[in-house]
């Protein structure tokens, strides 16, 4: 349901609200903290018309209300809230209505809140059984497993059908891993170590010495 609400009157409603001295465009907006549009139909419009004088006043209500056009024939009010609602109140409705019998038929229907009057002042009756039960299956359907979970769930359950019968399990393909990390030796770590070298760079030359005569130790006498 979205704002403004739309609550379609029918006639035994406005006159008991009328009675009551209840001004529904202030009372309903208030009770179902929200801004609302009380409605009517062509049927109860006429409906109110035909039955004269003894209800002048919730006609006169009815007059100053929204109306919507309705293709009923028999110009039955009861009928043509019922056609109004339809089957799942996709116009979503709330019904004001004091006919026990309309609030029966109503409860049939899933997601219809339902409205009186009760010594004086706006009642909304419980949820019907129909809209717990079509609440409690949004829910479920809420919760249930999404349709990808549900194909997995199939492909699973063909799984294990296959082992019951007595066929291998098909396995899943893997995929080849790439291989991180060198593929051989480094060449650089198997160089051999060059020979040590001088300050200059030059590799060292080892010192030879010269040997020295005999004569060149005693000298020569003349």
Same mark, same amino acid.
């Given at each position: ?26 009372? %309903? ?21 035909? @039955? ?28 043509? @809230? ?13 019904v004001a209505t004091q006919d026990a019998a309309l609030r029966t038929q109503m409860s049939s229907v899933s997601g219809v809140p339902l409205l009186r009057v009760v010594r004086g002042q706006l009642v909304l009756d419980p949820p019907s ?7 409690? =299956? ?44 060198? $593929? ?9 170590? $060059? ?8 590799? $060292? =030359? ?14 020569? %006498?003349?």
């Amino acid at each position: 349901f979205h704002r403004p609400y739309r609550v379609l009157c029918d006639g035994n409603f406005l006159q008991a609200a009328l009675d009551f001295k209840l001004f529904l465009k202030e009372e %309903l907006p208030k009770y179902l903290q929200g801004p609302c549009i009380p409605v009517v139909t062509n049927c109860i419009r006429a409906e109110l018309r035909l @039955i004269g004088d003894e209800v002048s006043g919730a006609s006169l209500i009815a007059k100053r209300f929204q109306c919507l056009r309705c293709s009923c024939e028999n110009g039955s009010a009861r009928e043509c @809230i019922v056609n109004m609602v339809g089957e799942k109140n996709s116009q979503h409705f709330f019904v004001a209505t004091q006919d026990a019998a309309l609030r029966t038929q109503m409860s049939s229907v899933s997601g219809v809140p339902l409205l009186r009057v009760v010594r004086g002042q706006l009642v909304l009756d419980p949820p019907s059984e129909a809209s717990r039960t079509a609440y409690r =299956k949004h829910e479920k359907d809420k919760t249930g497993p999404t349709p990808q979970q549900q194909e997995a769930l199939e492909r699973k359950r063909k799984e294990l059908d296959g082992e019951d019968s007595g066929k291998p399990p098909q396995e899943p393909e893997q995929k080849k891993k790439r291989r991180v990390g060198p $593929k051989g030796v480094n060449p650089l770590a198997m160089k051999k170590p $060059k020979r040590a070298v001088g300050v200059l760079g030059a590799p $060292k =030359k080892k010192r030879q010495h010269r040997k020295r005569g005999k004569g060149a130790e005693t000298g020569v %006498l003349g």
